[in-house]
Protein backbone atom coordinates (compact mmCIF):
# COMPACT_ATOMS: atom_id res chain seq x y z
CA UNK A 1 0.00 0.00 0.00
CA UNK A 2 2.58 2.63 0.91
CA UNK A 3 4.01 2.11 -2.95
CA UNK A 4 0.94 2.38 -4.34
CA UNK A 5 0.48 6.24 -2.69
CA UNK A 6 4.30 6.56 -3.72
CA UNK A 7 2.85 5.84 -7.55
CA UNK A 8 -0.32 8.25 -6.81
CA UNK A 9 2.20 11.32 -5.72
CA UNK A 10 4.70 10.94 -8.96
CA UNK A 11 1.26 10.24 -11.12
CA UNK A 12 -0.56 14.00 -9.39
CA UNK A 13 2.95 15.42 -9.44
CA UNK A 14 3.66 15.07 -13.21
CA UNK A 15 0.36 15.72 -13.92
CA UNK A 16 0.92 18.91 -12.10
CA UNK A 17 4.30 19.75 -13.80
CA UNK A 18 2.28 19.17 -17.06
CA UNK A 19 -0.21 21.31 -16.73
CA UNK A 20 2.00 23.89 -15.62
CA UNK A 21 4.58 23.77 -18.60
CA UNK A 22 1.03 23.69 -20.72
CA UNK A 23 0.04 27.03 -19.45
CA UNK A 24 3.53 28.68 -19.67
CA UNK A 25 3.58 27.65 -23.02
CA UNK A 26 0.21 29.07 -24.10
CA UNK A 27 0.61 32.25 -21.85
CA UNK A 28 4.26 32.61 -23.55
CA UNK A 29 2.43 32.16 -27.02
CA UNK A 30 0.24 35.04 -26.65
CA UNK A 31 2.61 37.43 -25.11
CA UNK A 32 5.36 38.51 -27.00
CA UNK A 33 8.52 40.94 -25.59
CA UNK A 34 9.54 44.39 -27.66
CA UNK A 35 11.76 43.82 -30.12
CA UNK A 36 14.95 45.44 -31.32
CA UNK A 37 14.10 47.63 -34.08
CA UNK A 38 16.44 47.36 -37.80
CA UNK A 39 20.22 48.07 -37.42
CA UNK A 40 21.47 49.37 -40.35
CA UNK A 41 24.58 48.96 -39.66
CA UNK A 42 24.19 45.28 -39.37
CA UNK A 43 23.61 42.89 -42.68
CA UNK A 44 20.01 42.09 -44.10
CA UNK A 45 18.47 39.28 -45.48
CA UNK A 46 15.62 39.17 -47.72
CA UNK A 47 13.89 35.85 -47.80
CA UNK A 48 10.97 34.70 -50.00
CA UNK A 49 8.57 32.30 -49.08
CA UNK A 50 7.36 31.23 -45.81
CA UNK A 51 7.14 27.06 -46.75
CA UNK A 52 8.75 24.55 -45.07
CA UNK A 53 12.85 25.68 -45.96
CA UNK A 54 12.32 29.52 -45.42
CA UNK A 55 10.26 29.27 -42.30
CA UNK A 56 12.55 26.42 -40.59
CA UNK A 57 15.41 28.96 -41.73
CA UNK A 58 13.65 32.34 -40.02
CA UNK A 59 12.86 30.01 -36.79
CA UNK A 60 16.47 29.43 -36.33
CA UNK A 61 18.05 32.34 -37.57
CA UNK A 62 19.68 34.73 -34.88
CA UNK A 63 18.40 37.74 -35.89
CA UNK A 64 20.35 39.76 -33.57
CA UNK A 65 22.58 39.80 -36.02
CA UNK A 66 20.92 40.39 -39.41
CA UNK A 67 17.74 42.86 -40.20
CA UNK A 68 15.31 40.92 -42.02
CA UNK A 69 12.46 41.01 -44.63
CA UNK A 70 10.33 38.60 -45.64
CA UNK A 71 8.06 38.18 -48.47
CA UNK A 72 5.18 35.91 -49.28
CA UNK A 73 1.97 35.51 -51.12
CA UNK A 74 1.06 33.47 -47.82
CA UNK A 75 0.99 34.81 -44.59
CA UNK A 76 0.71 31.64 -42.69
CA UNK A 77 3.20 28.15 -43.03
CA UNK A 78 0.93 25.40 -43.90
CA UNK A 79 2.00 21.79 -42.69
CA UNK A 80 1.35 20.05 -46.11
CA UNK A 81 1.75 16.52 -44.93
CA UNK A 82 -1.89 16.89 -43.70
CA UNK A 83 -3.37 18.72 -46.40
CA UNK A 84 -5.06 15.47 -48.35
CA UNK A 85 -6.74 14.71 -44.89
CA UNK A 86 -8.21 18.63 -45.12
CA UNK A 87 -10.18 17.35 -48.21
CA UNK A 88 -12.71 15.64 -46.27
CA UNK A 89 -13.00 17.03 -42.83
CA UNK A 90 -10.63 15.02 -41.05
CA UNK A 91 -8.63 17.86 -39.85
CA UNK A 92 -10.20 21.25 -40.28
CA UNK A 93 -7.69 23.93 -42.51
CA UNK A 94 -7.04 26.12 -39.83
CA UNK A 95 -5.82 23.70 -37.53
CA UNK A 96 -2.57 23.04 -40.21
CA UNK A 97 -2.10 26.87 -40.23
CA UNK A 98 0.48 28.73 -38.51
CA UNK A 99 0.17 32.64 -39.18
CA UNK A 100 3.89 33.64 -39.96
CA UNK A 101 3.04 36.53 -37.65
CA UNK A 102 3.15 33.91 -34.36
CA UNK A 103 6.53 33.79 -35.62
CA UNK A 104 8.08 36.75 -36.73
CA UNK A 105 6.83 38.42 -33.38
CA UNK A 106 8.64 36.37 -31.57
CA UNK A 107 12.06 36.98 -32.92
CA UNK A 108 15.16 39.29 -31.23
CA UNK A 109 14.67 41.80 -34.22
CA UNK A 110 11.71 43.05 -35.99
CA UNK A 111 11.09 41.70 -38.89
CA UNK A 112 9.73 43.27 -41.83
CA UNK A 113 7.16 40.96 -43.56
CA UNK A 114 5.63 42.03 -46.66
CA UNK A 115 2.47 40.06 -48.40
CA UNK A 116 3.21 40.04 -52.23
CA UNK A 117 4.70 38.21 -54.88
CA UNK A 118 7.73 38.38 -55.78
CA UNK A 119 7.85 38.78 -59.64
CA UNK A 120 11.43 39.58 -60.24
CA UNK A 121 15.16 38.82 -59.25
CA UNK A 122 18.32 40.86 -60.00
CA UNK A 123 20.72 38.75 -59.40
CA UNK A 124 23.22 42.16 -59.40
CA UNK A 125 21.28 44.58 -57.19
CA UNK A 126 20.08 43.40 -54.15
CA UNK A 127 20.11 43.03 -50.07
CA UNK A 128 23.20 41.83 -48.52
CA UNK A 129 21.59 38.04 -49.02
CA UNK A 130 18.55 36.64 -50.70
CA UNK A 131 17.59 33.20 -49.82
CA UNK A 132 14.93 32.03 -52.40
CA UNK A 133 12.49 29.38 -50.92
CA UNK A 134 9.56 29.85 -53.18
CA UNK A 135 8.99 26.17 -53.40
CA UNK A 136 7.79 24.80 -56.98
CA UNK A 137 4.43 24.75 -58.85
CA UNK A 138 2.58 21.85 -59.84
CA UNK A 139 3.39 20.11 -63.36
CA UNK A 140 1.09 19.83 -66.18
CA UNK A 141 3.74 18.61 -68.94
CA UNK A 142 1.21 21.20 -70.91
CA UNK A 143 -1.49 18.37 -70.88
CA UNK A 144 -4.88 20.22 -72.31
CA UNK A 145 -7.57 21.65 -70.21
CA UNK A 146 -5.56 20.35 -66.57
CA UNK A 147 -5.27 24.00 -65.18
CA UNK A 148 -9.26 24.52 -66.22
CA UNK A 149 -10.24 21.60 -64.79
CA UNK A 150 -8.97 19.92 -62.27
CA UNK A 151 -8.24 20.75 -58.76
CA UNK A 152 -4.37 20.87 -57.41
CA UNK A 153 -3.39 19.50 -54.35
CA UNK A 154 -0.50 22.21 -52.99
CA UNK A 155 -2.15 25.38 -51.25
CA UNK A 156 -5.17 25.50 -48.34
CA UNK A 157 -7.29 27.15 -50.92
CA UNK A 158 -6.87 24.08 -53.30
CA UNK A 159 -8.29 21.82 -50.16
CA UNK A 160 -10.88 23.93 -49.79
CA UNK A 161 -11.96 23.96 -53.59
CA UNK A 162 -11.63 19.80 -53.20
CA UNK A 163 -13.76 19.78 -50.51
CA UNK A 164 -16.38 21.76 -51.68
CA UNK A 165 -16.31 20.67 -54.77
CA UNK A 166 -17.05 16.66 -53.80
CA UNK A 167 -19.89 18.13 -51.23
CA UNK A 168 -21.25 19.34 -54.19
CA UNK A 169 -21.14 16.08 -56.07
CA UNK A 170 -22.60 14.39 -53.76
CA UNK A 171 -25.56 16.38 -53.28
CA UNK A 172 -25.98 17.01 -57.01
CA UNK A 173 -25.77 13.22 -57.15
CA UNK A 174 -29.21 13.10 -55.09
CA UNK A 175 -30.84 15.77 -56.83
CA UNK A 176 -33.87 14.11 -58.32
CA UNK A 177 -34.71 12.93 -62.12
CA UNK A 178 -31.33 12.56 -62.74
CA UNK A 179 -29.82 10.28 -65.29
CA UNK A 180 -28.04 7.08 -63.86
CA UNK A 181 -25.13 7.94 -66.08
CA UNK A 182 -25.12 11.59 -64.83
CA UNK A 183 -24.74 10.23 -61.27
CA UNK A 184 -22.07 7.50 -61.91
CA UNK A 185 -20.40 10.73 -63.51
CA UNK A 186 -21.13 12.78 -60.47
CA UNK A 187 -19.55 10.17 -58.02
CA UNK A 188 -16.47 8.88 -59.81
CA UNK A 189 -13.20 11.25 -57.66
CA UNK A 190 -10.21 10.60 -60.18
CA UNK A 191 -7.18 11.23 -59.02
CA UNK A 192 -4.17 11.71 -61.30
CA UNK A 193 -0.52 10.88 -60.58
CA UNK A 194 0.55 7.99 -58.08
CA UNK A 195 3.21 9.74 -55.68
CA UNK A 196 3.15 10.06 -52.23
CA UNK A 197 0.67 12.99 -52.96
CA UNK A 198 -2.21 11.21 -55.14
CA UNK A 199 -2.45 8.15 -52.64
CA UNK A 200 -2.89 9.98 -50.06
CA UNK A 201 -5.43 11.88 -51.23
CA UNK A 202 -7.34 8.68 -52.24
CA UNK A 203 -6.52 7.15 -49.16
CA UNK A 204 -8.68 9.62 -47.29
CA UNK A 205 -11.28 9.46 -50.07
CA UNK A 206 -11.94 6.04 -49.06
CA UNK A 207 -11.85 6.82 -45.36
CA UNK A 208 -14.40 9.55 -46.08
CA UNK A 209 -16.34 6.98 -48.01
CA UNK A 210 -16.65 4.33 -45.48
CA UNK A 211 -16.81 6.31 -42.27
CA UNK A 212 -19.31 9.21 -43.27
CA UNK A 213 -21.07 8.36 -47.27
CA UNK A 214 -22.33 5.33 -46.51
CA UNK A 215 -23.86 6.43 -43.19
CA UNK A 216 -25.51 9.49 -44.58
CA UNK A 217 -25.94 9.18 -48.53
CA UNK A 218 -26.89 5.47 -47.90
CA UNK A 219 -28.90 5.73 -51.47
CA UNK A 220 -25.55 6.51 -53.31
CA UNK A 221 -22.46 5.37 -51.42
CA UNK A 222 -22.85 2.46 -53.77
CA UNK A 223 -22.00 3.99 -56.20
CA UNK A 224 -19.78 5.85 -55.19
CA UNK A 225 -15.31 5.42 -57.13
CA UNK A 226 -12.68 6.11 -56.47
CA UNK A 227 -9.91 5.44 -59.46
CA UNK A 228 -6.07 6.50 -58.88
CA UNK A 229 -4.57 7.19 -62.50
CA UNK A 230 -0.72 6.01 -63.09
CA UNK A 231 1.49 6.54 -66.40
CA UNK A 232 4.04 3.90 -64.68
CA UNK A 233 3.89 0.65 -63.61
CA UNK A 234 3.28 0.82 -60.28
CA UNK A 235 2.52 3.98 -57.98
CA UNK A 236 4.46 5.24 -55.39
CA UNK A 237 7.69 4.58 -57.56
CA UNK A 238 10.35 5.73 -54.56
CA UNK A 239 9.10 2.86 -51.93
CA UNK A 240 10.82 -0.04 -51.60
CA UNK A 241 8.94 -2.73 -53.59
CA UNK A 242 7.12 -5.02 -50.72
CA UNK A 243 5.31 -1.10 -49.53
CA UNK A 244 4.45 -1.05 -53.04
CA UNK A 245 2.70 -3.80 -53.46
CA UNK A 246 0.98 -3.95 -49.62
CA UNK A 247 -0.40 -0.27 -50.72
CA UNK A 248 -1.58 -1.89 -54.04
CA UNK A 249 -3.24 -4.72 -52.06
CA UNK A 250 -4.73 -2.60 -49.72
CA UNK A 251 -6.13 -0.32 -51.96
CA UNK A 252 -7.58 -3.60 -53.70
CA UNK A 253 -9.25 -4.31 -50.50
CA UNK A 254 -10.64 -0.69 -50.25
CA UNK A 255 -11.80 -1.27 -53.74
CA UNK A 256 -9.95 1.94 -55.14
CA UNK A 257 -8.94 1.10 -58.61
CA UNK A 258 -5.60 1.64 -59.45
CA UNK A 259 -4.99 1.96 -64.00
CA UNK A 260 -1.23 1.52 -63.80
CA UNK A 261 0.45 2.29 -66.79
CA UNK A 262 -2.09 4.63 -67.84
CA UNK A 263 -1.18 8.48 -69.12
CA UNK A 264 -3.47 11.35 -69.10
CA UNK A 265 -3.75 13.22 -72.78
CA UNK A 266 -6.64 15.71 -72.15
CA UNK A 267 -8.46 16.98 -69.46
CA UNK A 268 -11.51 17.99 -70.07
CA UNK A 269 -14.83 19.43 -67.99
CA UNK A 270 -16.43 16.22 -66.93
CA UNK A 271 -14.33 13.35 -68.46
CA UNK A 272 -10.59 12.84 -69.29
CA UNK A 273 -8.74 10.69 -72.41
CA UNK A 274 -6.14 8.92 -71.24
CA UNK A 275 -4.39 6.00 -72.88
CA UNK A 276 -4.60 2.96 -71.30
CA UNK A 277 -2.53 0.28 -70.40
CA UNK A 278 -3.19 -1.64 -73.75
CA UNK A 279 -2.15 1.55 -75.63
CA UNK A 280 -5.50 2.73 -76.82
CA UNK A 281 -7.49 5.69 -76.12
CA UNK A 282 -10.19 6.05 -73.43
CA UNK A 283 -12.84 8.33 -72.16
CA UNK A 284 -13.14 8.11 -68.77
CA UNK A 285 -15.93 10.60 -66.93
CA UNK A 286 -15.49 12.21 -63.45
CA UNK A 287 -17.19 14.15 -61.13
CA UNK A 288 -14.13 15.36 -58.89
CA UNK A 289 -10.54 15.33 -60.91
CA UNK A 290 -7.43 16.26 -58.34
CA UNK A 291 -4.37 16.39 -60.51
CA UNK A 292 -0.74 15.47 -58.54
CA UNK A 293 1.83 14.72 -60.75
CA UNK A 294 4.25 16.63 -59.18
CA UNK A 295 5.94 19.67 -59.38
CA UNK A 296 8.28 21.82 -61.73
CA UNK A 297 9.87 25.18 -61.38
CA UNK A 298 8.03 28.76 -60.70
CA UNK A 299 8.19 31.17 -63.66
CA UNK A 300 10.04 33.37 -61.13
CA UNK A 301 12.75 30.51 -60.74
CA UNK A 302 13.17 29.60 -64.54
CA UNK A 303 13.88 33.61 -65.35
CA UNK A 304 16.41 33.80 -62.44
CA UNK A 305 17.94 30.33 -63.64
CA UNK A 306 17.80 32.12 -67.31
CA UNK A 307 19.96 35.52 -66.34
CA UNK A 308 22.75 32.96 -64.31
CA UNK A 309 25.76 31.26 -66.54
CA UNK A 310 24.54 28.63 -68.39
CA UNK A 311 26.91 26.32 -67.97
CA UNK A 312 26.55 26.46 -64.21
CA UNK A 313 22.53 26.68 -64.19
CA UNK A 314 21.58 23.62 -66.24
CA UNK A 315 18.66 21.96 -64.45
CA UNK A 316 15.26 23.01 -65.72
CA UNK A 317 13.64 21.93 -62.61
CA UNK A 318 15.37 24.22 -60.35
CA UNK A 319 18.46 26.37 -59.32
CA UNK A 320 21.91 24.30 -59.17
CA UNK A 321 23.53 24.82 -55.53
CA UNK A 322 26.96 24.27 -54.19
CA UNK A 323 27.48 22.25 -50.93
CA UNK A 324 26.49 25.20 -48.96
CA UNK A 325 23.45 25.90 -50.54
CA UNK A 326 24.51 29.01 -52.30
CA UNK A 327 23.30 28.89 -55.97
CA UNK A 328 25.70 28.74 -58.16
CA UNK A 329 27.13 31.47 -60.75
CA UNK A 330 25.21 34.12 -58.01
CA UNK A 331 28.69 34.59 -56.06
CA UNK A 332 27.67 33.18 -53.37
CA UNK A 333 25.35 35.82 -51.93
CA UNK A 334 21.89 34.52 -53.30
CA UNK A 335 21.05 30.66 -51.00
CA UNK A 336 18.34 28.30 -52.50
CA UNK A 337 16.36 26.14 -50.04
CA UNK A 338 13.67 23.41 -51.01
CA UNK A 339 11.89 22.60 -53.80
CA UNK A 340 12.96 25.34 -55.94
CA UNK A 341 16.49 24.52 -55.57
CA UNK A 342 17.63 21.38 -57.63
CA UNK A 343 19.83 19.02 -55.80
CA UNK A 344 20.46 15.01 -55.56
CA UNK A 345 17.59 14.89 -52.76
CA UNK A 346 13.61 14.46 -53.11
CA UNK A 347 11.92 17.52 -53.31
CA UNK A 348 10.12 16.38 -49.94
CA UNK A 349 9.13 18.79 -46.31
CA UNK A 350 11.87 16.87 -44.83
CA UNK A 351 15.07 18.42 -46.48
CA UNK A 352 13.60 21.78 -46.87
CA UNK A 353 13.42 22.11 -43.38
CA UNK A 354 17.19 20.44 -42.45
CA UNK A 355 18.15 23.15 -45.57
CA UNK A 356 16.74 25.78 -43.65
CA UNK A 357 17.83 24.85 -40.10
CA UNK A 358 20.89 24.46 -41.95
CA UNK A 359 21.15 27.97 -43.72
CA UNK A 360 20.59 29.60 -40.20
CA UNK A 361 23.62 27.55 -38.26
CA UNK A 362 25.63 29.10 -41.65
CA UNK A 363 24.29 33.08 -41.10
CA UNK A 364 25.63 32.47 -37.71
CA UNK A 365 28.60 31.22 -38.77
CA UNK A 366 29.31 33.74 -41.23
CA UNK A 367 29.25 36.43 -38.80
CA UNK A 368 31.31 35.02 -36.74
CA UNK A 369 33.46 34.59 -39.43
CA UNK A 370 33.44 38.18 -40.39
CA UNK A 371 34.16 39.58 -37.20
CA UNK A 372 36.99 36.99 -37.00
CA UNK A 373 38.08 38.69 -40.24
CA UNK A 374 37.98 42.04 -39.47
CA UNK A 375 40.01 41.37 -35.97
CA UNK A 376 42.48 39.12 -38.15
CA UNK A 377 43.01 42.47 -40.59
CA UNK A 378 43.25 44.65 -37.79
CA UNK A 379 46.64 42.70 -36.82
CA UNK A 380 48.14 43.70 -39.64
CA UNK A 381 47.24 40.25 -42.16
CA UNK A 382 45.75 41.02 -45.66
CA UNK A 383 42.25 39.80 -46.01
CA UNK A 384 42.44 38.09 -48.44
CA UNK A 385 44.82 35.86 -46.49
CA UNK A 386 41.83 34.78 -44.19
CA UNK A 387 40.42 31.23 -44.54
CA UNK A 388 36.74 30.99 -44.65
CA UNK A 389 35.50 27.35 -43.24
CA UNK A 390 31.91 26.78 -43.41
CA UNK A 391 30.56 23.22 -42.89
CA UNK A 392 28.90 22.15 -46.11
CA UNK A 393 24.99 20.93 -45.56
CA UNK A 394 24.55 17.09 -45.33
CA UNK A 395 21.31 15.26 -44.94
CA UNK A 396 20.33 12.47 -43.39
CA UNK A 397 17.67 10.98 -44.34
CA UNK A 398 14.58 9.90 -41.61
CA UNK A 399 12.68 7.63 -44.05
CA UNK A 400 9.49 8.17 -45.52
CA UNK A 401 6.21 7.67 -44.44
CA UNK A 402 2.46 7.48 -46.51
CA UNK A 403 -1.03 6.85 -45.06
CA UNK A 404 -2.79 4.20 -47.34
CA UNK A 405 -6.16 4.24 -46.05
CA UNK A 406 -8.38 2.35 -43.57
CA UNK A 407 -5.82 3.38 -40.44
CA UNK A 408 -3.08 2.01 -42.42
CA UNK A 409 0.22 3.05 -42.95
CA UNK A 410 3.34 2.52 -44.65
CA UNK A 411 6.75 3.39 -43.64
CA UNK A 412 10.75 3.07 -44.96
CA UNK A 413 12.97 3.63 -42.36
CA UNK A 414 16.24 3.72 -42.65
CA UNK A 415 18.85 0.91 -42.08
CA UNK A 416 16.04 -1.11 -44.57
CA UNK A 417 13.39 -0.85 -41.84
CA UNK A 418 10.04 -1.17 -43.76
CA UNK A 419 6.60 -1.48 -41.75
CA UNK A 420 3.12 -1.29 -42.78
CA UNK A 421 0.03 -1.63 -41.17
CA UNK A 422 -2.09 -0.15 -37.78
CA UNK A 423 0.40 0.23 -35.69
CA UNK A 424 2.63 2.18 -38.74
CA UNK A 425 -0.68 4.48 -39.19
CA UNK A 426 0.13 5.22 -35.26
CA UNK A 427 3.64 5.85 -35.94
CA UNK A 428 2.47 7.92 -38.81
CA UNK A 429 -0.12 9.75 -36.72
CA UNK A 430 2.60 10.48 -33.74
CA UNK A 431 5.12 11.45 -36.06
CA UNK A 432 3.08 13.89 -37.65
CA UNK A 433 1.82 15.16 -34.09
CA UNK A 434 5.31 16.15 -33.15
CA UNK A 435 6.24 17.81 -36.37
CA UNK A 436 3.57 20.11 -36.15
CA UNK A 437 4.75 23.65 -36.11
CA UNK A 438 3.07 24.89 -32.79
CA UNK A 439 1.49 23.23 -29.43
CA UNK A 440 -1.42 24.99 -30.76
CA UNK A 441 -1.44 23.41 -34.09
CA UNK A 442 -0.91 19.76 -31.94
CA UNK A 443 -3.74 20.81 -30.16
CA UNK A 444 -6.54 21.68 -32.58
CA UNK A 445 -4.86 18.32 -34.38
CA UNK A 446 -5.66 16.81 -31.52
CA UNK A 447 -9.17 17.89 -30.72
CA UNK A 448 -9.93 17.28 -35.12
CA UNK A 449 -8.75 14.20 -34.80
CA UNK A 450 -11.07 13.30 -32.02
CA UNK A 451 -14.20 15.19 -33.14
CA UNK A 452 -13.62 13.19 -36.33
CA UNK A 453 -13.60 10.03 -34.24
CA UNK A 454 -16.60 11.27 -32.35
CA UNK A 455 -19.13 13.08 -34.85
CA UNK A 456 -17.79 11.99 -37.76
CA UNK A 457 -16.69 14.39 -40.47
CA UNK A 458 -18.46 17.33 -40.95
CA UNK A 459 -20.35 17.19 -44.57
CA UNK A 460 -22.01 20.34 -44.71
CA UNK A 461 -20.57 22.63 -48.09
CA UNK A 462 -19.92 25.88 -47.19
P1 LIG B 1 5.45 12.63 -57.52
O1 LIG B 1 6.33 13.32 -58.48
O2 LIG B 1 6.06 11.86 -56.42
O3 LIG B 1 4.47 11.64 -58.28
C1 LIG B 1 3.74 12.00 -59.45
C2 LIG B 1 3.22 10.74 -60.14
O4 LIG B 1 2.41 11.15 -61.22
C3 LIG B 1 4.33 9.87 -60.71
O5 LIG B 1 4.15 8.55 -60.21
C4 LIG B 1 4.11 9.95 -62.23
O6 LIG B 1 4.42 8.75 -62.88
C5 LIG B 1 2.62 10.27 -62.33
N1 LIG B 1 2.23 10.96 -63.58
C6 LIG B 1 2.86 11.99 -64.19
N2 LIG B 1 2.20 12.37 -65.30
C7 LIG B 1 1.12 11.57 -65.43
C8 LIG B 1 0.04 11.48 -66.37
N3 LIG B 1 -0.06 12.30 -67.41
N4 LIG B 1 -0.89 10.52 -66.19
C9 LIG B 1 -0.82 9.70 -65.14
N5 LIG B 1 0.17 9.75 -64.19
C10 LIG B 1 1.13 10.67 -64.34
O7 LIG B 1 4.46 13.78 -56.95
P2 LIG B 1 3.89 14.03 -55.50
O8 LIG B 1 3.16 12.86 -54.99
O9 LIG B 1 3.16 15.31 -55.56
O10 LIG B 1 5.18 14.26 -54.60
C11 LIG B 1 6.10 15.31 -54.83
C12 LIG B 1 7.29 15.13 -53.90
O11 LIG B 1 6.88 15.28 -52.54
C13 LIG B 1 7.95 13.75 -53.99
O12 LIG B 1 9.31 13.90 -53.84
C14 LIG B 1 7.36 13.00 -52.82
O13 LIG B 1 8.22 12.01 -52.35
C15 LIG B 1 7.15 14.10 -51.80
N6 LIG B 1 6.00 13.80 -50.93
C16 LIG B 1 6.19 12.91 -49.92
C17 LIG B 1 5.15 12.58 -49.09
C18 LIG B 1 5.37 11.55 -48.03
O14 LIG B 1 6.48 11.10 -47.85
N7 LIG B 1 4.35 11.13 -47.33
C19 LIG B 1 3.81 13.18 -49.24
C20 LIG B 1 3.71 14.07 -50.38
C21 LIG B 1 4.77 14.36 -51.16
Not at 122 to 143: C, H, M, Q, R, S
Not at 179 to 196: A, T
Not at 359 to 372: D, I, P
Not at 447 to 460: C, E, P, V
Request: hydrophobic share 40%; aromatic share 12%; charged share 25%.
Amino acid sequence: APRFKWTKRVLKGSAAVGLAVFAWTVYESRHPLPQFEWDHSKETIAILGTGWGSTSLLKDLDTENYNVVLVSPRAYFLFTPLLPSSTVGTVELRSIMQPIRFLTRFKRREILYVEGNCTNIDPTKKYDYLVVGVGAENATFGIPGVKENACFLKEAWDARRIRTQLLDCLESATFPGQPESEINRLLHMVVVGGGPTGVEYAAELHDFLNDDIQTWYPDIAGKFKITLVEATPHVLGMFPKDLIQYTERTFAENKVEILNNTMVKEVHQKDILVLNKDKELETIPFGLLVWATGNTARPLVSDLISKLPKDLQNQRRGLVVDDWLAVKGSKGSIYALGDCSATKWAPTAQVASRQGAYLAEQFAQLYALKREKSKFVEEGNKPEEFVQKLQPFVYNHQGSLAYVGGDKAIADLPFGIHLSGAMTYLFWRSAYMSNLFSLRNRVLVGFDWLKAKTFGRDISRE
